[in-house]
């Protein structure tokens, strides 16, 4: 496996239900991210983490709760979720903090019904 | 207003065209300027980064930075079809992990 892996690739879900998205890097980077993408909106960032501690919170809703075990390792763990949070979920990952670097993964396409 | 504004598009061009995508910004901290490719179901690739003023050259692609008037440019030469895509401008300053993005311009280049 190389660069940075997302699974599931997609996922459905209803508004009741808890479920989870796992992203791992492969690259040695040091820092972690959470974007959200929705059609016709920017790429909104939703989370960093460098060296396994959260340096952003966008202001994100308490029903996504990021963790992250390791600098390899980046979890958003989703509940009671709302229509509107459908959308594609990025990871990425960088060395630096300054952006140049950054690795996106795939992502996953979250349907909450 | 948006701190990063880009020419939403979309664009089509023929084969060989040269295109020009733009984005403005309002933040004078923004001190790295990247572009980024996104395929249909795939995240987005960085293409090319620049930092304060200038130009970056990289094959076909050629990134422009005018911090004076808060303009950034990526022109792309002898356009090919591979190169349609969304592409998406990007910009982070001192407080780094905090890139903000604009919303695409989604380019189709025609056979």
């Known amino acids: 496996e190389t660069g940075v892996t997302q699974t599931p690739r997609h996922l459905v879900m209803g508004m009741t239900n808890k479920k989870s998205l796992k992203c791992e890097q492969h690259l040695g980077h040091n820092a972690m991210y959470w974007y959200k993408q929705s059609a016709k909106k920017p790429l909104e960032l939703m989370f960093v983490?460098?060296?396994?501690?959260?340096?952003e919170n966008n202001s994100v809703p308490s029903r996504f709760s990021p963790e992250c075990p390791n600098s390899s390792h980046l979890f958003l763990h989703l509940h009671t979720l709302q229509p509107e949070d459908s959308a594609l979920y990025l990871c990425?990952?960088?060395?630096?903090?300054?952006?140049?670097?950054?690795?996106f993964g795939s992502g996953t396409r979250l349907t909450v019904v | 207003q948006k701190e990063v504004e880009q020419d939403p598009g979309p664009l089509s061009v023929p084969e060989g065209a040269i295109v020009s995508l733009n984005c403005t910004y309002s933040?004078?901290?923004?001190?790295?300027f990247m572009w980024y490719r996104q395929y249909s179901r795939k995240g987005p690739e960085l293409l090319m980064y620049?930092?304060?003023?200038g130009n970056k050259e990289d094959g076909r692609f050629t990134a422009q930075v005018d911090k004076s008037s808060k303009y950034i440019s990526l022109f792309i030469r002898d356009s090919q079809p591979s190169d349609s895509a969304t592409y998406l401008c990007?910009?982070?300053?001192?407080?780094?992990?905090?890139?903000?993005f604009g919303d695409g311009t989604t380019l189709t280049v025609k056979p």
């Open positions: 983490y460098n060296f396994k501690e959260q340096t």
């Open positions: 620049t930092y304060s003023s």
């Open positions: 990007a910009m982070s300053g001192p407080n780094a992990g905090k890139s903000t």
């Open positions: 933040n004078s901290a923004f001190q790295y």
């Open positions: 990425a990952s960088s060395q630096d903090l300054d952006g140049t670097g950054t690795t």
